[in-house]
């Protein structure tokens, strides 16, 4: 049974950083999947943050980029969200995706993904 659990989150200033982490289990080819990072602020609708795919070829909101850097280790099968320059418009809850489209690239809705975590809470104040 696939199972993703995220870590990582907390609160912090703005201009600050946070490392989001995903362990995966229950994935018999971790390296195959498309794995990726969504948050959902209050009020607003889940969106794309970052994704990876097989061969690590990533996508990023363009309101992340330049600021978070999404990483795959295939042997722990952990998926990391780096967050540097953290703005208060960043805060949400952050959750983890994996789908089987090992060549997934670009902008997806949440239900382009099948398997997700429990999310993580990331707060950012002024």
Same mark, same amino acid.
């Given at each position: 049974?696939? +199972?993703?659990?995220?870590?990582?989150? %907390?609160?912090? +200033?703005?201009?600050?950083?946070?490392?989001?982490?995903?362990?995966? =289990?229950?994935?018999?080819?971790?390296?195959?999947?498309?794995? %990726?990072?969504?948050?959902?602020? *209050?009020?607003? =609708?889940?969106?794309?943050?970052? $994704? $990876?795919? #097989? $061969?690590?070829? @990533? @996508?990023?909101? !363009?309101?992340?980029? %330049?600021?978070?850097?999404?990483?795959?280790?295939?042997?722990?099968?952990?998926? =990391?969200?780096?967050?540097?320059?953290?703005? *208060?418009? !960043?805060?949400?809850?952050?959750?983890?995706?994996?789908? #089987?489209?090992?060549?997934?690239?670009? $902008?997806? =809705? *949440?239900?382009?993904?099948?398997?997700? %975590?429990?999310? @993580?809470?990331?707060?950012?104040?002024?």
């Amino acid at each position: 049974q696939v +199972q993703l659990v995220e870590s990582g989150g %907390g609160s912090v +200033q703005a201009g600050g950083s946070l490392r989001l982490s995903c362990a995966a =289990s229950g994935f018999t080819y971790y390296s195959r999947f498309c794995m %990726g990072w969504f948050r959902q602020a *209050p009020g607003k =609708s889940r969106e794309e943050v970052a $994704i $990876i795919n #097989e $061969i690590e070829r @990533t @996508t990023y909101a !363009d309101s992340v980029k %330049g600021r978070f850097t999404i990483s795959k280790d295939n042997t722990k099968k952990i998926l =990391s969200l780096q967050m540097n320059s953290l703005k *208060p418009e !960043d805060a949400a809850m952050y959750y983890c995706v994996a789908n #089987e489209d090992p060549y997934c690239s670009g $902008i997806y =809705s *949440p239900s382009a993904f099948d398997y997700w %975590g429990q999310g @993580t809470q990331v707060t950012v104040s002024s």
